[in-house]
T-cell receptor
Framework: GIQVEQSPPDLILQEGANSTLRCNFSDSVNNLQWFHQNPWGQLINLFYIPSGTKQNGRLSATTVATERYSLLYISSSQTTDSGVYFCAVRGNRDDKIIFGKGTRLHILP | GAVVSQHPSWVICKSGTSVKIECRSLDFQATTMFWYRQFPKQSLMLMATSNEGSKATYEQGVEKDKFLINHASLTLSTLTVTSAHPEDSSFYIC?????????????FGQGTRLTVV
């Protein structure tokens, strides 16, 4: 099945810093989503981005489908940005949504 | 965005009992729903794909007799953990796909934290 790798696994930054999270996938995808999991476990949809670039406030994402990667950018980080960020993809062969292992982000005040 | 509601948010049960978790799509119809399991500080692992009106498709290693899935309507899927044991304690999350086809967005419930004592 399709493999999803996220990097870095952990990231510690000072408040106000910018960060880039990466998601590599092993096969063509029809769907790619970025999520933020809050401390209570809720998955918050950040972006639905199988290709191209999107922006939402301080967050933006770019997916280069032909090169099989996606990037999530967080600018001017705030402590509330802390948590785990997951990339999830759906390949061409079936309907399954497969998650990467996540990036655990810590924003220090 | 679309809303998926999961109930209960947390449950404690005794070993040997069964627990039912509900997943509802509140403002859209979902022919396909997915059930995931997440251990502490780990990723979400797909357990099964639930299709309305047909049998669920289980991932390798997931016991279909222990984790019963029923997708009886276009807005409701249920996961029943039968004869629960402490090792079944985990965070269970459901997802519903809005629309048909592969290039559709998925939305997730808030999760259910199951503790078996």
């Amino acid at each position: 099945g399709i493999q999803v790798e996220q990097s870095p696994p952990d990231l510690i930054l000072q408040e106000g810093a910018n960060s880039t999270l990466r998601c590599n996938f092993s096969d063509s995808v029809n769907n790619l989503q970025w999520f933020h999991q809050n401390p209570w476990g809720q998955l918050i949809n950040l972006f639905y981005i199988p290709s191209g670039t999107k922006q939402n406030g301080r967050l933006s994402a770019t997916t280069v489908a032909t090169e099989r990667y996606s990037l999530l950018y967080i600018s001017s980080s705030q402590t509330t940005d802390s948590g785990v960020y997951f990339c999830a993809v759906r390949g061409n062969r079936d309907d399954k949504i497969i998650f990467g292992k996540g990036t655990r982000l810590h924003i220090l005040p | 965005g679309a809303v998926v509601s999961q109930h209960p948010s947390w449950v404690i049960c005794k070993s040997g009992t069964s627990v039912k978790i509900e997943c509802r799509s509140l403002d859209f119809q979902a022919t396909t729903m997915f059930w995931y399991r997440q251990f502490p500080k780990q990723s979400l692992m797909l357990m099964a794909t639930s299709n309305e009106g047909s049998k669920a498709t289980y991932e390798q290693g997931v016991e279909k007799d222990k984790f019963l899935i029923n997708h009886a309507s276009l807005t409701l899927s249920t996961l029943t953990v039968t004869s629960a044991h402490p090792e079944d304690s985990s965070f269970y999350i459901c997802s519903a796909k809005r629309g048909q086809g592969f290039n559709t967005e998925a939305f997730f419930g808030q999760g259910t934290r199951l503790t078996v004592v």
